[in-house]
């Protein structure tokens, strides 16, 4: 069986490019509609309703454009997501729990910090997946750091200005012998360098492969992978200034039309 329609991926802005970047590795002959809320972002600092809501409005275009499968490439939507089972029988695919359980495996020494927005901390799913494991030492952080979210939109990465706020959150964690921090926040792997900074002898890891490889386990099973031997397309839309998106995803090699503009 092979199903050629496209797979549906959304973030409120750039930062579900980098999920993006690594599904395509592992999945580079299906079709990927990428939808970047720009607008209306950043979603981490909203209340609950109010990300429900527009989590409903991008679902719901990606719906209309028959994809197969909808992977939430944004972990403050994946938190706030529940309520899409009622739209829609394609599977969703969240970003949080698949990258739990792979910090669970990753980390030597259970000592782990988790960086996420404010709502995807408040909303305890992180803490609730990891938690669960039993743990026999190290100590888990779960930290708010929607402050990092505009300056991954403001493309500020590599500034003195990105350094000090990075620093100035993780400033109290540099001795706790954390061997892994999760950006727990799709956008935050923009900052690697500034993270890596402030926690040395930590690796990092990303939401990407661990929710890629989930995704192609999901479509395998359910025989909705592509059989096309021809490399697959990505259309990126946004509901911003796909201008400055360009501007924002040159990183972004994998080949791609220029973005284009929605309204929802
Ligand atoms: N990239 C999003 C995430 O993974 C959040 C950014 C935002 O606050 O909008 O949570």
Known sequence: MSDKRAIGVFDSGIGGITTLDKIYD??????????????????????????????????????????????????????????LKKLTNIPIIGVINPTADYAYKMSKNKNILVLAT????????????????????GTRYYVKASEFVPVCEAQQMGTDYAMEVVSDKLKDLRDKNIDLVVCGCTHFGLLEKEIKANIPNANL????????????????????????????????????????????????????????????
């Not at 999945?27 to 909203?46: A, F, K, Q």
């Not at 991008?58 to 992977?71: E, G, S, W």
């Open 205 to 264: 890891i990303e939401c990407g492969i661990p929710t890629g490889e989930y995704l192609k386990k999901v479509l395998n099973k359910k025989g909705l992978l592509n059989d096309s031997k021809e490399k697959g397309k990505i259309t990126i839309y946004t509901t911003g200034d796909p201008e400055y998106v360009d501007s924002q995803i040159k990183w972004f090699t994998k080949e791609h039309e220029n973005t284009k503009k929605i309204v929802l």
């Open 118 to 137: 404010n709502a995807t901390i408040d909303s305890n799913k992180y803490k609730e997946r990891i938690e669960r494991r039993l743990f026999k030492k």
């Open 26 to 83: 592992l999945l580079p002959n299906e079709d990927y509609i990428y939808v970047g809320d720009t607008l209306n972002c950043p979603y981490g600092t909203r209340p609950k309703e109010e990300i429900e809501a527009l989590v409903t409005n991008v679902a719901n275009f990606l719906l209309k454009r028959d994809v197969k499968a909808i992977v939430i490439a944004c972990n403050t939507a994946t938190a706030n997501s529940a309520h």
